[in-house]
């Protein structure tokens, strides 16, 4: 069972609930609500290590923390064709190749 400190934890203020929201990306349906940001993280955790206890006592699979998947860094992506030339143009005015410069763009280079 993968450990619960390798899950993706967010704590933000939710304006409408008025209080800290803890979330983790890889439950997405799962969140923790507390007075204070402390509390939402130490909630949401407490709360995936039950979920994480009870999915394997039932024989499910739990989901892969992202921090533990491999990552080959090539992936697909659509792009209208006129985004396509002017990525091209502007690879071509700098002396590097597309996949440089949208990966530079992508880093915020």
Partial sequence: MPEVEHYSYRVS???ED???VGTVAEF?????LSG???????????LVRDVLEDMA??????PEPIADRRYSGKFMVRIPPE????LAR???EQHVSLNRLVA??????
Wanted: net charge negative; glycine share 10%.
């Fill in 36 to 46: 204070t940001s402390d509390g939402a993280f130490s909630g949401i955790r407490a």
């Fill in 18 to 20: 008025r209080e800290y």
């Fill in 28 to 32: 997405p349906s799962l969140s923790w």
């Fill in 104 to 109: 530079s763009r992508l880093a915020g280079i």
């Fill in 90 to 92: 502007d690879a071509a």
């Fill in 13 to 15: 203020w939710s304006t």
């Fill in 57 to 62: 006592e039932a024989g499910e699979e739990v």
């Fill in 83 to 86: 985004v396509h030339r002017q």
